[in-house]
């Protein structure tokens, strides 16, 4: 879904949706969940306010008008958000997208002077579960990149290698141009159309010679894409998550829910484990707060505690409990 094609969205929303894709840089994926987010929203507010009969996931929204969404109070919000938890059983992870998204929405209406105060300034976001990111361990990376195979082996080799030594997200290594390379050095396109500077290291540099080496030149539509489909075009995400899951698949390491994007935990993990700072790791991820980068410290401590548990000194008695025992006449 491209900006201006939100057809059957209210004026305000589709104001709104168009301002995040062309003002603030959001990418037409992330755009489109605020839309889901923000129908869904709409949908409830009319059954729950007896506009409507239709069924929940057939509501139009295309004929809510100004007042309507002005008319939106902090309850209503709640009422939603209890909804979506007991009727929809979405997680917390769910929940807080959803007030991201309604809090987003009604801040750019406010900054535009259309309402004067938010509904959603008091929201709390949904408290998220912090949980270890899955990754794979060295051996499994190699037996990945192993894997790899197929006709276009030198180019899915080469975006595996990149995942997994430079941490890059999805989006990221499908915008790659090939302009974006200057020697030992790569330039992504991150969230926000932010840009940042990676370091190629030796294995990324020869796979990159390898792919460019058969890389097409005939018949390509897009010539700047680095990576191509085999139609000429910039490859999708669709078809690099298909590479990624074949590969893990043929390395024995499908069903263990990995994912292009445990790709890039990988890379962050493996770089942490073997001394890189955190706050370097943040500039190498793309991270805006270093508390989401946080997260994979709590990998060493994790290990930590575990290699001290399995110290066999750690179940060891002291021999004056020993003693004491035998006192007591304890077996």
Do not use: W
């Not at 509904?119 to 037996?143: C, F, G, I, N």
């Not at 890059?168 to 974006?180: A, C, F, P, Q, Y």
């Amino acid at each position: 879904m491209v900006a201006g094609s939100y057809s059957d969205a209210p004026a305000l929303l589709r104001g709104y949706l168009n301002y995040s894709i062309a003002v603030k840089g959001r990418s037409p994926l992330t755009v489109s969940q605020y839309y889901t987010d923000l129908k869904m929203f709409l949908r409830f507010l009319k059954h729950h306010r007896g506009l409507t009969n239709a069924p929940f996931d057939e509501t139009p929204i295309s004929d809510v008008d100004d007042d309507f969404i002005k008319s939106v109070t902090y309850n209503d919000i709640i009422e939603f958000l209890s909804y979506t938890k007991t009727q929809r059983d979405n997680q917390a992870a769910a929940r807080a997208r959803k007030s991201s998204a309604i809090r987003g929405f009604y801040k750019y209406l406010q900054h535009q002077n259309i309402i004067k105060e938010s509904p959603a300034r008091e929201l709390e976001t949904p408290k998220l579960k912090r949980s270890l990111p899955k990754y794979l361990t060295l051996d499994d990376s190699v037996d990945l990149l192993d894997a790899v195979d197929g006709p276009f082996k030198a180019r899915d080799y080469c975006m595996i290698t990149l995942f997994l030594n430079c941490g890059m997200r999805l989006s990221e290594l499908v915008g790659i141009n090939v302009t974006d390379i200057k020697d030992d050095l790569l330039t992504v396109t991150g969230k926000g159309n932010k840009q940042r500077t990676l370091f190629l290291n030796q294995m990324c540099r020869d796979a990159i010679e390898d792919y460019k080496a058969v890389r097409p030149v005939e018949g390509v539509k897009d010539r700047e894409a680095l990576f191509l489909s085999r139609l000429g075009r910039r490859i999708s995400p669709k078809t690099v998550q298909h590479v990624v899951y074949t590969a893990l698949d043929r390395a024995g390491l499908g069903g263990k829910h990995l994912s292009v994007h445990k790709l890039r935990h990988t890379a962050a993990t493996l770089m942490y484990q073997n001394g890189a700072d955190v706050r370097v790791l943040k500039d190498v991820l793309g991270h805006e707060n270093l508390n989401t980068t946080q997260i994979y410290t709590h990998v060493r401590d994790e290990q930590v505690q575990a290699a001290m548990e399995s110290n066999p000194l750690g179940k060891v008695k002291r021999r004056a409990d020993k003693k004491k025992q035998n006192e007591n006449g304890e077996e």
